[in-house]
């Protein structure tokens, strides 16, 4: 019996097919990564690796396992300042 060399390789069945992440606060398996948040856009949870639980609902960094709530609030404050200096700067150039 000749093997078919175009065939497709098969895949081992026992393997998951992607990587799950494991939510660190209550060990469910199943955790999303969020395509846009309030306080991030679109960049926010890629910047920070943000995944949410879909049981527990909260949030935290894939790659360490720890909250990113330190990391929100500097983002949103850094943005709060600088929109406060572009705003000097528009009102003192006028």
Known sequence: MTQNPYQSPAA?????LKP?????????HECR??????????I???????SVCQRCDRGFNRKTGRSNLAWIIAIQV?????????????????
Do not use: E, M, N
Request: aromatic share 14%.
């Open 33 to 42: 990564s969020p395509q846009w948040t309030i306080w991030g856009g679109v």
């Open 44 to 50: 926010g949870p890629k910047l920070l690796h943000h």
């Open 78 to 94: 850094i943005g709060f300042v600088l929109g406060l200096v572009f705003a000097a700067i528009l009102f003192v150039a006028r």
């Open 20 to 28: 799950t992440i494991i939510c660190p606060f209550c060990g469910y």
């Open 12 to 16: 081992d069945p026992t393997q998951p």
